[in-house]
C-alpha cells in the first residue's frame, strides 16, 4: 500500500469501505466514496467530500450513545473508513492503510451485534480486493 500514490490509495481505500458500507447506508459516505474512487478527482471534491464525511462520522459518534450499540458503533467505523479515503494526504499517511483498519473496527462491531463473536475474514477480503486492484 506505501507503494502506491494517494489516489492510487484512495481508490483502494473507496473499495475496502464500499464492502463495509451496508453497515452505515448514510449518502454521505456513498458520495465520498463514488468520490475517492475516481481517477482524477479535483481538490475542491475532496474537500466537499471530506467535509460531507466527517458531518456523517461526527453523527454517527453521537448516535452510539452511552450504552454499547454495537451496530451503531459499526456505522461509526464506517464513517471514519471513509474519512480516510477523502481527507487531505500528508506526508507520511497511508489513507489505505487507515481506511482498512475502520473497516475492519467496522466489521469486529459487526459481528458482535450479531452474535457471531469477532472472528471474522475482513483482512482476507482486502488482501483480494488490493489483487485485483493491482492486477486491473
Not at 7 to 27: C, I, K, Y
Not at 56 to 67: D, K, N
Not at 92 to 102: C, F, V
Request: net charge neutral.
Amino acid at each position: 500500500l506505501a507503494g502506491l500514490t494517494a489516489a492510487q490509495q484512495r481508490q483502494v481505500a473507496a473499495r475496502f469501505v464500499q464492502r463495509v458500507f451496508p453497515l452505515s447506508n448514510d449518502v454521505r459516505i456513498k458520495a465520498a466514496l463514488d468520490v475517492a474512487g475516481r481517477a482524477g478527482i479535483t481538490d475542491a471534491e475532496l474537500a466537499g467530500a471530506a467535509q460531507a464525511a466527517n458531518s456523517a462520522r461526527v453523527e454517527s459518534f453521537t448516535q452510539c450513545g452511552r450504552e454499547a450499540d454495537w451496530g451503531a458503533q459499526a456505522g461509526h467505523f464506517v464513517a471514519k473508513a471513509a474519512v480516510a479515503c477523502v481527507k487531505p494526504a500528508d506526508k507520511g499517511d497511508n489513507l489505505a492503510w487507515d481506511a482498512a483498519m475502520q473497516a475492519r473496527l467496522a466489521r469486529t462491531c459487526q459481528t458482535v451485534a450479531d452474535g457471531t463473536g469477532t472472528d471474522n475474514r475482513e483482512a482476507e477480503a482486502q488482501y483480494r480486493i488490493l489483487e485485483a486492484f493491482l492486477n486491473s
